[in-house]
């Protein structure tokens, strides 16, 4: 019995849990009443009824006890290595020993030591297992990382690196796996103590579900990377895969090679066959002037006739290209498009001008305004022929270079419009700070004319502001006649959407202009066309 209370504390410790502390406690005072009891025997001393004999039911109530305790859970110990393994083999080797020399037949006791050897090499054997079956089973159950119990319904894994992924149990919607990711984000965006520093992480999360997604659930890893690249690409903090963006991000690098070979192929295609760009076109969609109803100008929208994958539109195929680098060669390529068009249609007659859309890169480009110089001179056009139209989103990186270059533009002639006026988080900072020729009012407020009061304030502050500026206010995105006369009402100068015209090719444009040459002709248009 001692040796089982030393090998015991020596393998749980001395911080053990109490139902083992009163165990050995119990083991401990009935042997330490044995070895009183043995020498007071010895020396005829003992007395019945002395406190010796309070030992031994005193150690029993305490063995009772220590059955009767519910076990708690601890702090994880480290596995026990050979130290702590040598005081129990020790205690044994001993409580053997005596066993052995207080016989005095050796044959019987012989057998009986080697038997108990036999035994304990087995159960060494069996120590060995269990501990290995224990490791097995606490790795199934708690998360390697925290030492945390895994909840029984949901899963949650490292994936690599920085991202983790959570397996949701069954009955979960799009509704609460949004909900799930809301809360997640706000947990984990909560500031934390990091030594003397506080620190605050972003998370970005995306969700794909099945069977709503894919067909059997050992796809919705792939899907959820799928979705998180997107959703990186794109800024979004909460992203739902999107089989239809998951189609051209999986063939992005087919994509962006293809790309390639058709912005080094369109200028030997455009000097060959004039206007005709191959794969790259455009598209364009009329401005009305409200005051008149007379053609003020036209937007071109780039198109890619992608041999593949049919006709693209620019959300399309425009990331790929910011991605790879390539949207210097492509804005170039579409000014090309535009200017040309634009110069065909002014020898039959129809004065035009067109507007290109500029990303944050384009800015940045320090050979932008010496290409736009030599394509206007190619095509014998003046600098009001060509309006950029840049969002407020462009100027606030590298602010100061993308000004260099706005200003150098404004030098040549170009005009300037700021497109989806009223989304950006500076927009009047910006027109503090930029002399611009044109608002183009983001389509939000339009769609939301007819039945917000809100929206109606944001119209007509907007146009008093414009018109300030000395400005024309371009509507984007008028779809019916109440929502074209309510922008007339509030002093919209020019209105743009489905309610005039869709975008159309070139040659049904042409066919449409000349349907309105009358009104075309009478007053030439002072710009016009725009570039997306």
């Given at each position: 019995?001692?040796?089982?209370?030393?090998?015991?504390?020596?393998?749980?410790?001395?911080?053990?849990?109490?139902?083992?502390?009163?165990?050995?406690?119990?083991?401990?005072?009935?042997?330490?009443?044995?070895?009183?009891?043995?020498?007071?025997?010895?020396?005829?001393?003992?007395?019945?009824?002395?406190?010796?004999?309070?030992?031994?039911?005193?150690?029993?109530?305490?063995?009772?006890?220590?059955?009767?305790?519910?076990?708690?859970?601890?702090?994880?110990?480290?596995?026990?290595?050979?130290?702590?393994?040598?005081?129990?083999?020790?205690?044994?080797?001993?409580?053997?020993?005596?066993?052995?020399?207080?016989?005095?037949?050796?044959?019987?006791?012989?057998?009986?030591?080697?038997?108990?050897?036999?035994?304990?090499?087995?159960?060494?054997?069996?120590?060995?297992?269990?501990?290995?079956?224990?490791?097995?089973?606490?790795?199934?159950?708690?998360?390697?990382?925290?030492?945390?119990?895994?909840?029984?319904?949901?899963?949650?894994?490292?994936?690599?690196?920085?991202?983790?992924?959570?397996?949701?149990?069954?009955?979960?919607?799009?509704?609460?796996?949004?909900?799930?990711?809301?809360?997640?984000?706000?947990?984990?965006?909560?500031?934390?103590?990091?030594?003397?520093?506080?620190?605050?992480?972003?998370?970005?999360?995306?969700?794909?579900?099945?069977?709503?997604?894919?067909?059997?659930?050992?796809?919705?890893?792939?899907?959820?990377?799928?979705?998180?690249?997107?959703?990186?690409?794109?800024?979004?903090?909460?992203?739902?895969?999107?089989?239809?963006?998951?189609?051209?991000?999986?063939?992005?690098?087919?994509?962006?090679?293809?790309?390639?070979?058709?912005?080094?192929?369109?200028?030997?295609?455009?000097?060959?066959?004039?206007?005709?760009?191959?794969?790259?076109?455009?598209?364009?969609?009329?401005?009305?002037?409200a005051e008149d109803e007379r053609v003020h100008s036209v937007e071109a929208l780039v198109r890619w006739h992608h041999p593949t994958h049919g006709l693209l539109l620019p959300d399309q195929f425009l990331p790929a290209a910011e991605r790879a680098s390539l949207m210097g060669p492509l804005a170039a390529r579409v000014l090309e498009i535009a200017l040309a068009q634009i110069r065909s249609w002014?020898?039959?007659?129809?004065?035009?001008?067109?507007?290109?859309?500029?990303?944050?890169?384009?800015?940045?480009?320090?050979?932008?305004?010496?290409?736009?110089?030599?394509?206007?001179?190619?095509?014998?056009?003046?600098?009001?022929?060509?309006?950029?139209?840049?969002?407020?989103?462009?100027?606030?990186?590298?602010?100061?270079?993308?000004?260099?270059?706005?200003?150098?533009?404004?030098?040549?002639?170009?005009?300037?419009?700021?497109?989806?006026?009223?989304?950006?988080?500076?927009?009047?900072?910006?027109?503090?700070?930029?002399?611009?020729?044109?608002?183009?009012?983001?389509?939000?407020?339009?769609?939301?004319?007819?039945?917000?009061?809100?929206?109606?304030?944001?119209?007509?502050?907007?146009?008093?502001?414009?018109?300030?500026?000395?400005?024309?206010?371009?509507?984007?995105?008028?779809?019916?006649?109440?929502?074209?006369?309510?922008?007339?009402?509030?002093?919209?100068?020019?209105?743009?959407?489905?309610?005039?015209?869709?975008?159309?090719?070139?040659?049904?444009?042409?066919?449409?202009?000349?349907?309105?040459?009358?009104?075309?002709?009478?007053?030439?248009?002072?710009?016009?066309?725009?570039?997306?």
């Amino acid at each position: 019995l001692l040796a089982l209370a030393g090998g015991s504390l020596a393998i749980l410790g001395w911080r053990t849990e109490w139902r083992w502390r009163l165990l050995i406690a119990g083991f401990a005072l009935w042997v330490l009443a044995d070895i009183i009891y043995l020498f007071k025997t010895a020396r005829g001393s003992y007395l019945e009824g002395s406190w010796i004999d309070a030992c031994w039911p005193a150690a029993f109530l305490l063995i009772a006890v220590s059955s009767w305790l519910p076990s708690t859970i601890g702090p994880s110990r480290p596995k026990p290595g050979p130290v702590s393994l040598a005081p129990p083999i020790v205690c044994s080797v001993i409580a053997l020993g005596v066993a052995i020399l207080a016989y005095g037949e050796q044959l019987p006791v012989t057998l009986a030591a080697l038997t108990l050897a036999a035994v304990a090499a087995r159960c060494a054997v069996t120590f060995r297992d269990v501990s290995a079956l224990a490791e097995s089973h606490e790795q199934a159950m708690t998360d390697e990382l925290t030492g945390l119990a895994v909840r029984p319904g949901d899963l949650l894994t490292r994936t690599g690196g920085d991202e983790f992924a959570i397996l949701l149990a069954d009955g979960v919607n799009l509704t609460t796996a949004r909900a799930h990711a809301g809360t997640l984000m706000d947990a984990l965006r909560a500031p934390f103590a990091l030594g003397h520093i506080t620190v605050q992480v972003d998370v970005t999360i995306a969700i794909a579900l099945w069977p709503d997604h894919c067909a059997h659930p050992r796809e919705l890893l792939n899907l959820g990377e799928a979705a998180m690249n997107g959703a990186k690409a794109t800024d979004h903090r909460i992203a739902v895969y999107d089989a239809v963006a998951d189609l051209y991000s999986s063939n992005g690098a087919q994509l962006i090679e293809d790309l390639r070979t058709t912005l080094s192929t369109a200028r030997r295609a455009l000097s060959e066959l004039g206007v005709s760009t191959g794969e790259l076109t455009c598209h364009y969609q009329p401005k009305i002037s409200a005051e008149d109803e007379r053609v003020h100008s036209v937007e071109a929208l780039v198109r890619w006739h992608h041999p593949t994958h049919g006709l693209l539109l620019p959300d399309q195929f425009l990331p790929a290209a910011e991605r790879a680098s390539l949207m210097g060669p492509l804005a170039a390529r579409v000014l090309e498009i535009a200017l040309a068009q634009i110069r065909s249609w002014r020898d039959q007659g129809i004065t035009l001008t067109v507007a290109v859309n500029l990303s944050t890169t384009n800015l940045l480009d320090l050979g932008l305004v010496d290409t736009i110089d030599r394509l206007l001179h190619i095509h014998r056009l003046p600098a009001d022929a060509l309006i950029l139209e840049i969002t407020e989103s462009t100027l606030t990186t590298d602010s100061q270079r993308s000004r260099n270059t706005v200003g150098a533009l404004r030098q040549l002639g170009i005009r300037l419009s700021l497109d989806d006026y009223g989304t950006g988080w500076s927009s009047l900072a910006r027109l503090q700070d930029l002399s611009v020729d044109e608002l183009k009012l983001d389509k939000v407020f339009v769609a939301r004319l007819a039945r917000d009061p809100r929206s109606i304030a944001i119209v007509r502050s907007t146009v008093a502001l414009a018109h300030s500026l000395g400005a024309d206010l371009v509507a984007e995105g008028v779809e019916d006649e109440a929502t074209l006369h309510a922008l007339r009402r509030y002093g919209c100068t020019i209105t743009q959407g489905h309610v005039h015209s869709p975008p159309l090719p070139a040659d049904e444009l042409y066919a449409w202009l000349v349907s309105r040459t009358p009104q075309l002709t009478a007053t030439p248009s002072r710009e016009a066309g725009i570039l997306d």
